[in-house]
């Protein structure tokens, strides 16, 4: 009798106890906070060329960071818009139907709006967004002919409206101002084009396609004379390659872009497959294609980088906050560039008049 | 056996009501105060920008020499990759860092906590911090690993702030009636805050090794809770905007929330121009932010800021 009451207190105490635990599990769960979540890493295949899109970086929604232009009260931007009068850039995005609400959205919302004039080109036309039709098929084979006919739509279109003409995909990241100041020493009138030089199967080298490339007035009118008069061939499945033989047939000069220390500006991938030491394999093609010594880790970029590539939606956003709004306040930057002559000579006349000091920038 | 699990049962509903109960007398207990005090969340806002231009050449390199921070992160030997890539990052802009590990690891230099109990290192390290550096900095930050800072922001965060007056910065978050600093963002203490900790370090009544009734408080509350005692309150840190300039996330992942929250809709941009820290970042990322912070930026931006920071020396990615 007296054992089964002890059995019986024993249990209780049992079920207690558990009790207990359990509740002060649930109650530790439902007032804890929400732990660290890590984010992605975007691990693209550097041998994919735009694998399709599984969905998971699709982002719905854009992100205005313009919308606090109060926080640039104390900005001065009248070097850049002193360049943007002078250095007339227009840029066509290569995208398609399926891309236009996915990738092509989001470039703009954030680079476009500094082009001087941009052109999303389609196979199909789309009004709204709006998106220029090039009456083409979409898929890899096409893209060498859809440049063909973008590069005549502008030319036939837009010649005069700009000096020089741009290229990039709709994951490529381009930063105007300091593709202003690249060519800024240039003269459009040259036969010349700029973008990240490889140096296989041309003499002169060739630019690649995803990290955008720019021709010269003169480039784009030879580039367009040259299939009229038959001087390159339509067909090509490698679109930066076959463009690159076009350009050295018509004696257009595949120019060096890298900075005045000898850093690259264009890049084909993004910052981080760049600044890490071992990240892209020693074996990777990329190191056997670079026109100039490739480097690796903080030598690779300028930090007047042009352009990035394989660049998703939300790095588009992060690199938007990250150039034109997250700043280190009063760092003295250790590369100190000189202004183009000509830019430096208006700065002059500008200080002159203080009242320039806090207008806001007529493109942001 | 019918009585045996009737009886176990009714032990099970007994544990969880005393618990429950338990719970509810602490969180009650404390809501009571709350109505006396009409505690008011502090923000603390980044100074003028009119005041800001009347400051002369010359006072504003005394003006940016007088900020001396002391770096704090605390880490264990888990943390070995995030550690090397904050030591080649940030930490170079700190005038002094120190990582304080659990155990002493070979690869790098740090001080030896003795312990991996995330309190009684943040414990030890405040007063190891200030017995030792209490004449040369007069502003302690504390990070963890994952964290990304920007020094520069910080200190002009600080401009105008009296560090002999107690400050207790960084994100804020409320529990009932506490409200304390989230380590996630961050925490900054002035000199004087850290005086006042240190006098109750060694007090186990107000300031306990092994606090919170029943469960583990996180090291970050009991820190509130300890230098309430003292007269130091948590503030929120917020730009002229209102926007936070600590940040428990990355910047990514408010990007990816805001986004998925409002699909089909243009959100504003989601953190300060003048942010001090992130977190949740990959040691990839961290050095990827010092490229983006220190190098990358848009040619023909100026500005004409109040302090004005040189690189650092012998080193090649800021």
Redesign the interface.
Known sequence: MAS?SW???L??????????????QL??IL?G?QG??????LHNDPHARHADDNGQNH??????????S??????????????YQKVKILCWVMTGPQNLEKKAKHVK?TWAQRCNKVLFMSSEEDKDFPAVGLKTREGRDQLYWKTIKAFQYVHDHYLEDADWFMKADDDTYV????L??LLSKYNPEEPIYFGRRFKPYVKQGYMSGGAGYVLSKEALKRFVDAFKTDKCTHSSSIEDLALGRCMEIINVEAGDSRDTIGKETFHPFV??HH??RG?LPRTFWYWNYNYYPPVE???C?S???VSFHYVDP??M???E???????????????QPALPENIRKEVILLRFNPRS?HKRSANS | ML???S??????????I???LI?MLGHIRIGHGDRRHQHKHHHLQAPN?EDILKISEDE?MEL?KSFRVYCIILVKPKDVSLWAAVRETWTKHCDKAEFFSSENVKVFESVNMETDDMWLMMRKAYKYAFDKYRDQYNWFFLARP?MFA?M??L??FLLKKDPSQPFYLGHT?KSGDLEYVSV?GGIVLSIESMKRLNSLLGIPEKCPEQGGM??KISEDKQLAVCLKYAGVFAENAE???GKDVFN??????F??E???N??????????????VTF????P??M???M?????????????????????PNGS???
């Open positions: 089964k059995l019986n207190f249990t209780f105490l049992c079920g207690s106890a558990i009790g207990f635990v359990l509740c002060s109650f530790s007032l906070e660290d979540t890590q984010p992605d890493i982002l719905e929604g854009q992100m205005n960071f313009n919308a606090d109060s926080q640039h009260k104390d900005e001065n931007t009248d070097i850049a818009e002193n360049l919302a930063i105007l101002e300091n202003r100041w910052p981080e600044l890490i990240y880790g903080p030598g970029c930090d007047l980088a939300t790095t956003y992060e690199l906050y990250i150039v034109y709004h997250l700043r280190p306040y009063g760092y003295l930057y250790r590369y000091v | 009585s045996e699990s009886s176990f049962l009714k032990g099970m509903m007994l544990g969880s005393f618990c429950a719970t920008k504003r940016s994952t920007i520069e922001n200190k002009y978050i996630e029943i469960w730009d002229s905007e428990t996330k990355s910047v990514g992942l990007i990816k805001a986004m998925s409002h699909p089909n809709l243009v959100v504003e941009g989601c953190c300060s121009d003048m942010a977190n949740g970042l990959t990839n990322q050095h990827v932010m490229y983006g912070v220190y190098r990358l930026r848009a040619f023909g931006h100026i500005f004409h800021d109040a302090l004005v920071f040189l690189p090649d990615n800021d």
